[in-house]
């Protein structure tokens, strides 16, 4: 039996962990078996979860247990911390499955990762959502977004947590302080070999979302913040190429003003004035980047494989078959 490990993370949506355990349970899958490992996000409900329809079938899906975070901090630090957890742990698996608990992570879509692992053992394999149905809006904003993430990180970011992680891959990446941040950040960083394959987006099960815009684009600027080296280096670079620019202009203005009679009276003064303000607003905003990003350097860093003990908790086994 080849076992491999499902982690969700979850906040109070114990309904839809119910259909997600059942979808999992239910998948055409042979010589298969999946423990699920539910990272209890500081939820405020208590947990439930009705295991008879396990129990009286059979199915691949072996246990369900939970791990529980003594507070909120959100699904990208909670999949952070039950890595780190999971990595200590001396249990015989193949690899592990990073899904959300909602339902828009389609379960059927696990057989082809688990399929694709086979064929690159070593390698992580990572979901694209296909035929999203988010509003107009949202599709126009994350377009924006990885394109100014293509501009500004080199990369391309184009998956979410929906990803599949040999066992010998963990420990590269909860030793990565990146992974508390943003988990497909850290995996683009890890510099792990990565493959992304077209998953169908599913519909959430059951209740609301707690993402806002608010929370999405803090979740943006923490994917962006992971690279803050190379976005420092290519917006410096980038201003001494204005820089340049406006010393060359300067030159050929004053060339102008006094080695041709094609100036105006006022003229050059007056433009080359307005170059030496941008070379000053230039000069200034790379003062403060630059401090700034000393100052980043310098914050104390969480790297969840030294710090999940600070934040996770075991806690009960809801089924076991």
């Known amino acids: 039996m080849r076992k491999f490990i499902v982690l969700t993370p979850l906040f109070n949506d114990w309904d839809c962990l119910q259909k997600l355990v059942e ?3 239910a998948l055409p899958v042979h010589g298969i078996g999946f423990h699920i490992i539910v990272i209890n996000d500081g939820s405020t409900l208590p947990e439930t979860l009705n295991t008879d329809v396990l129990a009286n079938q059979s199915g691949c899906v072996h246990g369900v247990e939970t791990w529980n975070l003594i507070c909120n901090l959100g699904n990208q630090r909670a999949i952070s911390m039950g890595l ?13 499955i990073v899904m959300d608990s909602d339902g828009e992570d389609n379960p059927l879509s696990i057989p082809d990762l688990i399929r694709l692992h086979e064929e690159k053992p070593t390698d992580i394999w990572v979901c694209r959502r ?66 992304a394959v077209d998953s169908k987006r599913g519909r959430r099960y059951s209740g609301q979302s707690s993402q806002n815009l608010g929370n999405l684009l ?31 202009g300067i030159g050929v203005v004053v060339f102008v003003r006094y080695g041709t009679d094609l100036s105006t009276p006022g003229w050059a003064t007056n433009l080359v004035g307005d170059m030496l303000t941008i070379l000053g607003m230039v000069f ?30 075991e806690g009960s086994v809801l089924f076991d078959r």
């Open 84 to 96: 780190a957890h999971l990595e200590k742990k001396h249990w015989d698996f193949e690899a592990v």
């Open 218 to 248: 803090i979740h943006g600027l923490n994917g962006l913040s992971i690279f803050g080296a190379i976005i420092y280096a290519r917006i410096f670079f980038s201003l001494l190429a204005v820089v340049f620019a406006t010393l060359v």
């Open 284 to 313: 200034l905003f790379i003062l403060m980047m630059s401090l700034q990003f000393l100052n980043m350097n310098m914050n104390v860093q969480v790297i969840p494989k030294l710090h999940f003990q600070d934040y996770i908790e």
């Open 130 to 195: 296909v035929d999203r149905t988010e509003s107009t809006l949202f599709k126009i904003g994350y377009f924006f977004y990885r394109l100014l993430f293509n501009m500004l990180a080199g990369k391309v970011i184009n998956f979410g947590n929906f990803s599949l992680i040999p066992r010998s891959r963990i420990l590269s990446l909860v030793t990565r302080p990146e992974l508390w941040q943003h988990y497909p950040a850290a995996i683009i960083r890890s510099r792990i070999p990565y493959h």
């Open 23 to 25: 979808e999992i349970n």
